[in-house]
T-cell receptor, first 116, second 113 residues
Framework: AQTVTQSQPEMSVQEAETVTLSCTYD???????LFWYKQPPSRQMILVIR??????QNATENRFSVNFQKAAKSFSLKISDSQLGDAAMYFC?????????????FGGGTRLMVKP | DVKVTQSSRYLVKRTGEKVFLECVQD?????MFWYRQDPGLGLRLIYF???????EKGDIPEGYSVSREKKERFSLILESASTNQTSMYLC????????????FGDGTRLSIL
């Protein structure tokens, strides 16, 4: 079974600065998908960014980018120019390509605080 | 936009009660999920369904059951609620496409007294 580990329970960043959230995973598969989700205090989980394992290029969505290191099984999230609205729980998630039900395995989460 | 609606934001029940948590999605998604969210443990899958009347156990199904009589609705049932089932419950749905994300409801904060 796959496991996803987020080693930083909490992180803080100064507004306008850059922060990196860590995520590692364990799998024996070669094809899979990785996701970062954000859960603001209002609680609805929303997708931040996704990465297909077969793509070598790191995904980018505006101020959010990932550093995907397949050999190291690492998938970190970088938030540039942090904003107060970035304060939330962030979850890393893994999905196997062989997963007929599109199930996700989640990490334990990282709480990000943004200081004004 | 995909809309996943959970029937209650907050719910308080007593030990031994039968509890129903309802979830409805409006995007004709095949797959629906129930998760439990606890601090430090992330989201753990309770049950999922990939079609009407079909269900599969997730990682922590004990003490729970589910029902999917219609494609848009997925219900989580606590047959006899216990205090250790006090938690945040999240419903999600997704299409059958492999790279598509799951879409989540707002969550139900359930307290069992």
């Amino acid at each position: 079974a796959q496991t996803v580990t987020q080693s930083q329970p909490e992180m803080s960043v100064q507004e306008a600065e850059t922060v990196t959230l860590s995520c590692t995973y364990d799998t024996s598969e070669s094809d899979y998908y990785l996701f970062w989700y954000k859960q603001p205090p209002s609680r609805q989980m929303i997708l931040v960014i996704r990465q297909e394992a077969y793509k070598q290029q790191n995904a980018t969505e505006n101020r959010f980018s990932v550093n995907f290191q397949k050999a190291a099984k690492s998938f970190s999230l970088k938030i540039s120019d942090s904003q107060l609205g970035d304060a939330a729980m962030y979850f890393c998630a893994y999905r196997s390509s062989n997963n007929a039900g599109n199930m996700l395995t989640f990490g334990g989460g990282t709480r990000l605080m943004v200081k004004p | 936009d995909v809309k996943v609606t959970q029937s209650s934001r907050y719910l308080v029940k007593r030990t031994g009660e039968k509890v129903f948590l309802e979830c409805v999605q409006d995007m004709d998604h095949e797959n629906m999920f129930w998760y439990r969210q606890d601090p430090g443990l992330g989201l753990r899958l309770i049950y999922f369904s990939y079609d009407v009347k079909m269900k599969e156990k997730g990682d922590i199904p004990e003490g729970y059951s589910v029902s999917r009589e219609k494609k848009e609705r997925f219900s989580l049932i606590l047959e006899s609620a216990s205090t250790n089932q006090t938690s945040m419950y999240l419903c999600a749905s997704t299409s059958g496409q492999p790279n598509q994300p799951q879409h989540f409801g707002d969550g139900t904060r359930l307290s069992i007294l």
